[in-house]
């Protein structure tokens, strides 16, 4: 039956290009918690806690989205 197909995201054009385009902006924003971990060094643990949550969050969506590979 014609409805009962299964959605492959591999064969959409446009899940791609936005995976593309999150896992870009993800590259950006684990390069700019470096530079602020390097630039707030010794600063307090509040702080520390807030990049390295920032951080895990950004992984995990890099994770997510890698599983459509």
Not at 11 to 20: A, I, N, P, Q, T
Not at 27 to 39: R, V
Not at 43 to 62: C, R
């Amino acid at each position: 039956m014609e409805g009962d197909e299964l959605y492959d995201p591999q064969e959409d054009e446009g899940f791609l290009k936005l995976r593309h385009d999150v896992r870009n902006q993800l590259s950006n924003i684990q390069l700019a918690l470096a530079g602020l971990e390097f630039e707030c060094e010794g600063a307090d643990e509040d702080l520390s806690l807030y990049i390295s949550s920032i951080a895990q969050s950004a992984k995990k969506i890099d994770e997510l989205l890698g599983q459509y590979k």
